[in-house]
C-alpha cells in the first residue's frame, strides 16, 4: 500500500463536508461506503496514528507487540480489582486506523442467531440475526480451509457457498496446527456439544473453527484500515482522513 499523508489538517477550512466520521474500526468502513457516492464529501477523524505500513499490524503475529504502545493502542484498565489482590488489567483497544482490528488476535467470530435476536429484542430493530447476516457475509471474501485442515478438524462443519465472497476483507485458515487444535471438536463432542452447522449460519454457540483475518495470497493482516482504506479509496476526491485529531 503506497504510503499517504494523514498528519496534515491543511486545507479543511476550505471544504464543506457533508458527514464527519470519527475513525476506529467501523469509521472507515461507514466512510469508504458513503463515498461510494462521488457527490458526497467526508472527513474521518481518527485519534490514533497511521500504522498502515508497519510490521506489527501487517504481520498477524506480531500484533501483542503493539500492546501497551501508545501509537497503537488506548491502553485502557479496568479499575482495581479486589479480587485480583488490587490488580487493574489491561483492555487493549486499537488507537490507528483500523482501530483494534488491526491490533487483535484476528479472529473471525461470528455472533448468533440466538444472540443477536436477543439483542432486538432489547429494543433495536434491525439488529437482529435476519438484519445483519447479510452483511455478516458482506463484508468478507472467504477462502476455504485445505482438505488437510478438514482432515485435520474432524467433524468441522464449512461449506464456501455460505461465506462471503466478493468482501474487502480477506478470511481465511491456517496450514499449520497444534494437536491441541485437534482436541478441540473431538472434547465437547466427548461432552455432549457437538458443533451443529457453520457459526456463519447462527450456530456461533457451541464448538467450532474459527478462520483468522489473514490474505491468503500475502499472509498479511486483513483489517479495516487496509481493506477498506486502500489505494483506490485513498485516491477519492471525496475523502478525507485526518489521524492525530482526537475528537
Do not use: C
Not at 485445505?146 to 461465506?163: A, H, I, P, T, W
Not at 476483507?169 to 457437538?194: C, E, I, R
Amino acid at each position: 500500500m503506497a504510503p499517504i499523508d494523514t498528519d496534515s489538517a491543511a486545507g479543511l477550512e476550505d471544504v464543506v463536508f457533508d458527514f464527519v466520521v470519527v475513525g476506529g474500526t467501523s469509521g472507515l468502513v461507514v466512510a469508504n461506503r458513503i463515498t461510494g457516492d462521488p457527490h458526497i464529501q467526508v472527513l474521518v477523524l481518527e485519534a490514533g496514528t497511521n500504522r498502515l505500513n508497519d510490521p506489527r499490524v501487517m504481520v498477524p503475529g506480531l500484533g501483542i507487540a503493539s500492546y501497551k504502545d501508545p501509537d497503537f493502542d488506548w491502553n485502557f484498565r479496568s479499575s482495581p480489582q479486589e479480587q485480583l489482590n488490587g490488580r487493574q488489567l489491561l483492555a487493549s483497544q486499537g488507537r490507528t486506523l483500523g482501530g483494534s482490528s488491526a491490533i487483535n488476535l484476528g479472529m473471525v467470530i461470528y455472533p448468533s442467531k440466538v444472540g443477536m435476536d436477543a439483542w432486538e429484542k432489547l429494543g433495536n430493530p434491525g439488529w437482529g440475526w435476519d438484519g445483519v447476516s447479510p452483511y455478516i457475509r458482506k463484508f468478507h471474501k472467504a477462502a476455504a480451509p485445505s482438505n488437510e485442515v478438514r482432515q485435520f478438524f474432524q467433524g468441522m462443519k464449512y461449506d464456501l457457498l455460505d461465506q462471503g465472497s466478493d468482501g474487502p476483507v480477506q478470511v481465511s485458515f491456517g496450514d499449520q496446527y497444534m494437536p491441541y487444535h485437534g482436541a478441540w471438536l473431538g472434547t465437547f463432542k466427548a461432552l455432549g456439544y457437538s458443533q451443529v452447522e457453520d457459526p456463519i449460519k447462527g450456530a456461533g454457540t457451541g464448538p467450532f473453527v474459527s478462520p483468522g483475518a489473514v490474505d491468503p495470497t500475502t499472509h498479511t493482516r486483513s483489517h479495516a484500515g487496509a481493506a477498506y482504506f486502500g489505494d483506490s479509496v485513498q485516491a477519492r476526491p471525496n475523502l478525507r482522513v485526518v489521524t492525530g485529531a482526537l475528537v
